[in-house]
Every structure is written in C-alpha cells, then in structure tokens.
C-alpha cells in the first residue's frame, strides 16, 4: 500500500510540474509559436512590388521584406524600397530592430528607435499593422 501511495504522490507532482511549465511558456515571448524569417507578401492587399506611400511629387514603393522574429525576444527588419521624388527614382535598403512581446497570437513591436507596432501571428502568417498600413508576411 504505501509502494502505491509514493507512486501516486510522484505522479501527482510530475502532474504538476508540467502543467506548470505550461502556464511559465504561455507567460512567456511566444517564441516558439512565431519565431522564424517572414517574408513580405503584400503591402494594403497588393503583391510587391507595392505602394507604402504617396502624396504630391513623391511615391514609395516596398520591392522586398523580411521579418525575422528572434526566440530571445527581439526581432529584425530588412526592408528594400524605390523612392520616386519629383520623377527621379532611387531603390535603397532600410533596416529596422527591436524588442517585441507575445501573447496569445498579438505581437507588440518596440522599435529600438521608440516606436510602438502591432501585429498578430495566425499559423504562418504575420499580419504587421502601422500607422494604417497593413503588411502581410509568410514564413518560409
């Protein structure tokens, strides 16, 4: 009888050590979920290469993009975009880093530079949404 009692006791705390290394991960950056290199597919629902921005005498356009989400909680953007200024045109490089938090599918990026961005994570893709540009990304 007291073989069985051990057994149960240990079974019960092997029980709970693990539902509670669950509840520590769920807490926790989600880097197992969404760490990865996402590479942009569209920009406001057009495929690259694709419009970020326009007004009078001046268009960007977004050639390519990779997202890369990093398990220590930081994460990395590498941009290439085409400038057109009053008609001459110039394609250059942009990066950008940061931290981010995770919880339950949203993503709150904090950009090394200060500004805040959202996004969610729905299987392989990521949906990145900033200043009412939405860009969407698909792991690969």
Same mark, same amino acid.
């Given at each position: ?42 920009v ?12 009078p ?16 909680g ?25 931290? &981010?938090?995770?919880? !339950? #599918?949203?993503?709150?990026?904090? $950009?090394?530079? +200060?500004? /805040?961005? &959202?996004?969610?994570? !729905? #299987?392989?893709?990521l949906?990145? $949404?900033?200043? +009412?540009? /939405? ?6």
């Amino acid at each position: 009888m007291r073989r069985k009692v051990l057994s149960l006791g240990a079974a019960l705390i092997a029980a709970t050590l693990l539902a509670g290394c669950s509840a520590i991960d769920a807490i926790g950056t989600g880097s197992g979920r969404v760490a990865g290199t996402y590479e942009l597919r569209s920009v406001n629902g057009a495929s690259l290469p694709a419009l970020y921005y326009q007004e009078p005498g001046y268009r960007l356009e977004v050639l390519n993009a990779n997202f890369t989400i990093e398990n220590d909680g930081t994460y990395s953007e590498a941009l290439i975009l085409r400038e057109t200024v009053n008609g001459s045109t110039s394609t250059t490089s942009q990066s950008t880093y940061g931290f &981010y938090d995770y919880l !339950d #599918g949203e993503l709150t990026f904090d $950009e090394a530079s +200060g500004r /805040r961005y &959202y996004g969610f994570v !729905d #299987g392989n893709t990521l949906t990145v $949404e900033d200043e +009412g540009v /939405r860009m969407v990304y698909r792991r690969f």
